[in-house]
């Protein structure tokens, strides 16, 4: 039952921490490699599946809610929305690959909803930028151990 509870935290953590509420799933993910109870692949993955389903709920926004963007309530401030979709249209849907940055990454995947990438466009660069994150941090974290 506790294995169960650590992927389910590291799921929500790595979800939460990819829609523009604050938080870290990195922290999370070392602290169970650390552990060395889990299994490494299977901490992978749970954390790219649930940071990558996460950025669903950004690109989802930006196609449903565009034209809100002027509200003080929208999940991305005008002048960072423009620079992002000026940024997604430079630079396409190759920008996705970097979503996982801490500035700048919900960002882009707002815009790529409001630019209508197509979703499996979408998920398979997310997912491919926020696992080469998440599989750099390991071996760093392995790599001091």
Request: charged share 15%; net charge positive; glycine share 8%.
């Amino acid at each position: 039952m506790l294995d169960l509870a650590a992927y389910a935290g590291l799921f929500s953590a790595a979800f939460i921490a990819a829609t523009i509420f604050p938080m870290q799933s990195e922290a999370i993910l070392v602290g169970l490699i650390l552990s060395d109870r889990y299994s490494l692949t299977g901490l992978l993955l749970v954390a790219s599946v649930g940071n990558t389903l996460g950025a669903v709920v950004n690109w989802a926004l930006g196609r449903g809610i565009e034209q809100f963007r002027e509200k003080s309530w929208f999940p991305v401030k005008p002048d960072k929305l423009e620079k992002a979709q000026a940024w997604y249209r430079k630079y396409g849907k190759w920008s996705l690959l970097l979503s996982w940055l801490p500035i700048g990454g919900d960002a882009v995947t707002v815009a790529a909803g409001v630019l209508r990438e197509p979703l499996w466009i979408f998920l398979t660069l997310v997912f491919i930028g926020k696992s080469v994150r998440y599989l750099v941090l390991a071996a760093a974290t392995l790599s001091i151990v």
